[in-house]
């Protein structure tokens, strides 16, 4: 007030003005964040918010300035000191100035001490005595304020100000300009009084923040630095002390902050002389460290407390700062620069225990924080550990030896709710683990880069110290023995973790060895999870045929079409998968290999057990003898049979179970276990990088992480190979029994389902009275009732069979009608036309099979057609030709299908050839009965006259060539031959 010459406003109202406005100010402080233009009233401003913050009455703020403000006017500004300070105000303030007796006398009593703290280091006995006895009579109110005249009180005040101006005459010791005597003799009340007053820069009402004005406030205080005793280096020093307590009071690290840059402002600083350093130095304080006393200067008294409190929190930074990594980061900087070896050279580093500077220093220092720190986290588990043995045995009503028995013994088995201690040991340590690898590790290792192998080290040796006894016993996979070992397992994944998260950094040697001694769990648990996988092969074959034989091949639902058994069948092999992954435990190829050759034989097992129920395709054509046309001349003549393949009773009963709809469903199962493979593949081979990413096992000891990432590799390229051939060729099965499941359905519905309506009527008899348009009703209604049950992804592939057998069934009408059947130039138009109305069906006005398709199917009934439309003799030269073309090679493939220009379709069409130029010669050169010789009613003692004849009707069942010897082959063969040898050297009539 007194250097800035600020004047007093003595309107109360003005006064009163001021403090609203600054209240206001203060609470609204966190959303008023500006920067206020400079005017007349911001200093008066100012000292109104130092009033506030050092919690000062209106009342008693306005006395002291008047009474300040006095004494100022009359006294130079360089002479004053704080003892005249106070004796001014005593002088110049009544009892009758305060409210009440109690803050008078509290006041009173406060100058006293003040006078009593500077002037009592006078060496002179007799005023020092004076000093003491005028004192007391200050502090007496009975004396002082009552019996004493105000002449005898100024007397009083006069002899002690004689004394302090006495003193404040002195030279000082070192000679600085502006030293007065109270610099090095009252510094310690000079230091309390600059700390309050830098105190006034935190918010009253929030006190880990710090008010806008607290620049302005900081530039105020220079002002009394010549009064205190205060140079630039220890103002950052002080400064740095009283941010540094109020972060440790409140907790808030931007406080921690700006005591950080106070703290470098001090190291950075440089000494103005000899005489700022002697000076410095003098300012001594006694403190006590590891039970001695040391004399120590006021600042690095400040830095050692700093220091210490740093050490002592950073020696348990597990316990002190669990999740508070920029809060750890901002200590541990603290601590390396509270104990700056640079500033303290004269301190010997063995009694002064901050930390130096030197790389080895600090490495020192880290690796002792380390190392205490992890010591303390390893009791706090150890205490937790002996709690979870107790919990244990009281459970397990087990009173034995608690760390030799039950800790470590697999045989004491796991009951409901409990869990075994190393389970608990083992995530207590994940915890510690995990808040090194992203905690602590990160920040100490700007210091010691192999802070996080010393950890995993020594956290490993902890463990396994306790896991050793505990694998000795373990012979079989028991819960307890599964969930120690994964949890053992996941434990030391996270210490390999921590130990080579600075492989990449460090070139220590330590980082290119092994990290430690691995627990020998592979070893124990390899064989154990192998005779598991066995044990589940056996369970899952016996739930499978136990599945399928409750199957009744209708719909799951509505929405899932499949058969309720393979859902079955796939909840039991996911169920095998997902415990077989929750092991969590160590495992190589040779599982994976076991793993998936269990679901392999399961799932093809279930496809055996589908596709045998399937009957050959050859049960579904009728046979019919192969005649030529020609209209009967006497009715009434005895005509033979037609003869027909008989089915045995089991093929009757097994085409009665295979019903469409169970044929669709069948379908549906076949494509849902294509799906399935897909979904358990994808799940199979996430959960195997998974634990293959962190794999450790199987590795040799110098195995570095750059020759891990080769093997890894290796694996992935075996690994693909097991489920190509596995769980591929799964896939690739189910693909081949949804084509032959879809052949059979085709098949079966034209030829076995609607044999009567359409293989034995339509053309029956002649073409124009039975059209096509009457059977158009049943493939719709066929269709629809496909298209209803089966799964949408293969509806065309299923529509498509339908289609093809629907075009074979055409073609065996052309070509293996039957004596009843022959064809017309006339009746060919007809039957183009009926198929062409059969092609628009199965395109559905662009809702069915794509055009190209049908197109493209059909083409092969359009040339057999294209044959009917030539002429007899162009069919019978072609015949000539394509006999000469007949091979006998046995390695020719067998069942090969019927082409347009072989001799076996031209015969057929010579056969349904209603011409007689065609019949005489059919006659003539084969020896093929007439039509009319047969009738339509089936006889099973039907038999053939020839050898010839007979095996021509054989082939007709199906189009492809016979299973007959090569013998019968090379017959028909011959007979061609020789029939082709005298068409075209005898001249032949009709």
Known sequence: MMFSRVEIYSTEAKKRERSARFLGVLNNRREKRHVEHESPDRNLKIHETIRMQMQISEATDTLIRRRLTQFASSKPCGDIDVPQLSLALLTGILRTDFPSEKSYIHWKNRQANVLE????????????????????KIRNPEEWDLKMSPSERSDFLLVIRQVALALSSMPGRFGIEGETYYWTTGYHLNIRLYEKILCSVFDILEDSQIIEESEEILELTKLTWSMLGITQKLHHALFAWVLFQQFVATEDMALLDYALCEVDKVLSAEMCD??????????????FSNGHEMRLSLMQSIFLSISSWCDSKLQDYHLHFSKKKLFFERVVTMALSAGNEDFVPHINSEQFTGVGTSSEFVTGKIREYVEKSLDAACRRVSFVLYLAVINFCDCNHNKVDLWSQVTYSPSSEYIKDTIHPLVTLANELNLIVEEDLFIFSPVLSQWYRECAMISAKKLHQFYGERLKPFLQDVTCLTMDVRKVLSAAVALEACLIKLHTSVCKETKSPSANGPAFDYFPIAEISGPIILDWIVAQHERILKWTARAFELEDWEPLSFQQKQAASAVEVFRIIEETVDQFFEFSLPMDITHLQALLSVIFHSLDAYLSKMSIQLVEKKFFYPSTPLTRYKEAAFPIVKKKVVEHSILDDEVHRQLDILATSKLCIRLNTYRYIQKQITVLEDGIRKSWEAITSCRIYGCSAEMTPGTLGTSVDLNDESVTELFVATLDCIRDSAGHAIKRTCDFLGAKIVFWDMRDSFLFNLYHGGVEGNRLDDLLPQFDSALNNVCRLIDETIRDLVVSSIYKASLEGFVWLLLDGGPSRAFSDTDISMIEEDLSVFEDLFVANGEGLPRSLIEEESKFVHQILSLFSLQTQSVIQMLMESSEHISVDTTSPRYAPRYLGDAETLIRVLCHKKDREASKFLKRHYQLPPSSDYGETPSEDSSFHSPLLADIVK??????????????????KKKLQEATWDIKHVTWSK
């Open 117 to 136: 703290e500077l002037l009592s280091s006078d060496h002179n006995k007799n005023r020092k005595q004076m000093i003491g006895a005028s004192l007391a």
């Open 274 to 287: 000899d005489r700022e350093v002697a000076y410095t130095n003098s300012l001594t304080s006694s403190t």
């Open 955 to 972: 082939r007709s069942a199906s189009f492809r060539w016979s299973d007959k010897s090569q013998s019968s082959f090379k017959f028909m």
